[in-house]
Every structure is written in structure tokens, then in C-alpha cells.
């Protein structure tokens, strides 16, 4: 997996809405004077222990948030099975990380979670930051991965139970929960990315992108999912590279920026249009289709247009005769068609009166014949060269089929030019 360092802030929206959790005490039962209507039960958890309540209230009311820390740790110490301890502990977790505590407020979450498997909040934190420790090269980045995608997918399965705390809004709710559903896709994204689990990485990592589209730490790794599956899925790929590109730190850009580039141009044969997709990626705007490559027609009908036929080596005249459109096959055939030309290439077969030749570097590797030379007059015999045999020779070009190619040539003469020319090389088309 390819690292790139990042530096990211938990937002405090993830545990909005921490309360102070206030118990009920018990009471002494008195007796009533005349019958009363019953009262309705209390929904809050009830210390029997007077001593216990007041070490609890003692702790959560005071102003200084030292002294409540230092107070929650005392109580928690105390009384270890106290009806109040998972409160407790949701308080103290969300006071340390107000203090900038990461590794107490990770800490109180393990405990919170071994004691509350579905705590939602807890999971949130020792999701996020087990991830961002591991992204950020901690030496114990694959267990803390580990721990992520654990902690990730419990989030997930308990997220759709998490209640709705007391005072806030429905739609900071909805903010808190998506804030959060963001942090476990994450976690379970980057943990299935670096076991090379591409199917899970794209699932998960694009959920987390989709609702946080600015976050780099999870927009590059999405793309490393893209492009390192095979096949390689490159609209996907290519767009998320250049919109990592967008929103790099700065000095990450130019290096995502030119890994971005590169992927578009091993995808597109050339650059054309990359520009376009890197100005509507930074314009934060939706998706837009990679171009495909050009397709064998293309290439030829560029080839075409670039060179006059009778300035062509022979291999040019196979690709736009094989691949190229009828216009642009006509082009060519009309410009070399029964006029004399000399060319080079490797022996196949040879007669007296009739050669199969390749021509062309990749038929010549093949050991494939793409010409067949005629000759008005049988060849001497000592003049017949053997198969594999390197010649120059002359011929009038009189007939061809595009596929397999096949050029016939006739009006054949050996001839033996003051240098020899190379073979052309032949040209392939581009990867579909």
C-alpha cells in the first residue's frame, strides 16, 4: 500500500451531546398519611449507596475539569460495579478528549466498549484513531488496523440502535450519526486495503468518501483501491486520483498530481483532455467520464493525416490497412498500388518464384510472413535464400487482406541497396 503521511483533527460533533448523567438515590420508604396516586418510575439508574451517590455527584458536577477527571478516575477506582460506571466512563472519555488526551481518551474507550460492547461513542474514537495511527506510520500500524476493522464493524452493526441524546436537535443527530458512519466505513476501508481486499476497500472507502469528500486521508487510499484491483477500474480510479490531486496537502500535491496524470495517460494513450478532468475535479463538481482511449480506427486515421503514404515504412501501411477506416485504407492503397517500392525483411518461405516475407519487427519476431513477393521469372536456385534470411527487395504492391494481414507483391526483384534499411516496427493498437 502507498503511504502518504497525513495529519487529521477528530471533529467534536462525534461526541456531541455528552451529558452528565445524573442517578436517582433511594429514599427511605415513609408512610403516607392518606393514599397517593402512584408516582411514575424513574428512568434513571438508581445508588442505593449514599456514599457512592455523592462520590458520583461530587465528581461530575465540578467545574474544574482536572479535578472532574481526577474525580471520575477516584469513583471509577472505588466502586468498579457501580450502576454508574459506564456513564462514568462515557464522561470521563469525552473530558479527555476535550483535553487533548489521546491516549487516555483511547484508554477509557477500551474500557468503555469491554464493558459496553455497543457504545456507540466509544467505537467512534477507537475506530478513527487506531486508523489515523496506522495511516500515520505508527510501527504497530497491521494489529492497529486490525483493531480498526473490529471496532469499525461493530460501529457500524450498533449505529442503527444509537439513541438520540437528550437536547440535541434531529439534525445534529443526523450530522453526529453520518459523522460517524463515515469514521466506521473508513476504519474497515483502510484495514481490507492493506490486506489487498479490493472489493472491500472500494465498498467501504467509498461510502466514507461519499460523506466526506474532502478528507485526503480517504480520498487517495479509494483511488489506490481503483487502480491496484485487476483489471484496474480506471473512470473510477482516475477521477478519485485527480480529485485527491484537489485537496492534497500541499506538499503531497505535485507528487498525487503526477501519479494522477500518469494513470490517465497509461489509460488514454496521451494527455489530451487531462486538463478538463483536473479542473472539474478541483471544482468540487460531480463525477465526470475518463475518454476512452483511441480505438485501432483512430490511431490509424491519426496516422493517416500525420504522414504522406509514400513517407511511410511498410509496418504504417499494415496498421492503417488492417485497422484504419475505409477512407483512410483507401488513402494509403490508392498511393502505393502497383508502384514500385523497396523494402526489407526476414525470409518465411522462399521458391523460386514466390517469397513469403515479414516485414514488419513484431511479424519478423513472430516468424510470421505479411508479404507475399511474386516473380515474373523463376529465381536461381543459388540466388533462393534460406528461411530466416534477411533481404532487400523490390515489388509492386497488387492486392492485400486487412485480417490477417497479407500484402501481395508482385513484379519481384532482389535488390541490394548501399544500406540496409531496419525493419520498421510494427505499430500495435492501443490496449483496449
Known amino acids: 500500500m502507498k503511504k502518504i503521511l497525513v495529519t487529521v483533527v477528530l471533529g467534536v460533533a462525534v461526541l456531541a451531546g455528552a451529558q452528565s448523567a445524573q442517578p436517582a438515590q433511594s429514599q427511605p420508604a415513609a408512610q403516607p398519611a392518606q393514599a397517593q396516586p402512584a408516582a411514575p418510575q424513574s428512568t434513571a439508574p438508581v445508588i442505593k449507596d449514599p456514599a457512592e451517590y455523592n462520590a458520583y455527584v461530587a465528581a461530575t458536577q465540578s467545574k474544574d475539569p482536572a479535578a472532574e477527571i481526577s474525580g471520575l478516575e477516584a469513583f471509577l477506582t472505588q466502586y468498579p460495579s457501580s450502576i454508574m460506571k459506564n456513564q462514568a466512563l462515557e464522561i470521563l472519555m469525552s473530558k479527555y478528549q476535550e483535553s487533548g488526551n489521546s491516549p487516555k481518551t483511547m484508554d477509557t474507550a477500551k474500557k468503555l466498549v469491554a464493558s459496553d460492547p455497543n457504545n456507540v461513542r466509544a467505537l467512534t474514537l477507537l475506530a478513527y484513531f487506531d486508523r489515523i495511527m496506522a495511516q500515520n506510520g505508527d510501527p504497530n500500524a497491521k494489529q492497529l488496523l486490525v483493531d480498526a476493522k473490529k471496532y469499525g464493524q461493530q460501529g457500524l452493526d450498533n449505529l442503527p440502535k444509537f439513541t438520540k441524546p437528550d437536547g440535541t436537535s434531529p439534525e445534529d443527530f443526523k450530522k453526529m450519526t453520518d459523522q460517524m458512519s463515515v469514521v466506521f466505513h473508513a476504519a474497515i476501508g483502510i484495514a481490507c486495503l492493506q490486506d489487498k481486499d ?162 514488419s519487427l513484431d511479424d519478423i519476431d513472430a516468424k510470421k510472413a505479411d508479404i507475399t513477393l511474386t516473380f515474373e521469372a523463376p529465381i536461381p536456385a543459388r540466388l533462393i535464400p534460406k528461411e530466416g534470411a534477411s533481404i532487400d527487395f523490390q515489388g509492386e504492391p497488387s492486392a492485400y487482406t486487412p485480417n490477417p494481414f497479407m500484402m501481395t507483391m508482385e513484379k519481384g526483384l532482389l535488390a541490394k541497396p548501399k544500406t540496409t534499411p531496419r525493419p520498421p516496427v510494427h505499430h500495435k493498437p492501443a490496449a483496449q
Open 198 to 359: 479490493y472489493a472491500c476497500s472500494i465498498t467501504h472507502l467509498r461510502a466514507a468518501v461519499d460523506g466526506s469528500p474532502q478528507d485526503f486521508s480517504i480520498v487517495y487510499p479509494l483511488t489506490l483501491s481503483y487502480l491496484s484491483q485487476t483489471p484496474p477500474d480506471y473512470q473510477n480510479g482516475i477521477w478519485f486520483a485527480a480529485r485527491a490531486a484537489a485537496i492534497a496537502p500541499a506538499q503531497a500535491q505535485a507528487q498525487i498530481e503526477k501519479y494522477a496524470r500518469s494513470q490517465y495517460v497509461k489509460f488514454h494513450q496521451g494527455d489530451d483532455g487531462w486538463p478538463a478532468i483536473l479542473a472539474a475535479a478541483k471544482s468540487n463538481g460531480p463525477q465526470v467520464p475518463i475518454p476512452l482511449p483511441p480505438t485501432p480506427a483512430d490511431q490509424a486515421h491519426a496516422m493517416a493525416i500525420a504522414t504522406a503514404p509514400d513517407k511511410m515504412d511498410f509496418a504504417q501501411w499494415e496498421f492503417i490497412l488492417g485497422n484504419g477506416a475505409q477512407a483512410d485504407q483507401d488513402l494509403v492503397w490508392t498511393a502505393i498500388k502497383g508502384k514500385a517500392v523497396q523494402l526489407a525483411g526476414t525470409v518465411i518461405k522462399a521458391t523460386a518464384t514466390e517469397f513469403d516475407i515479414a516485414g
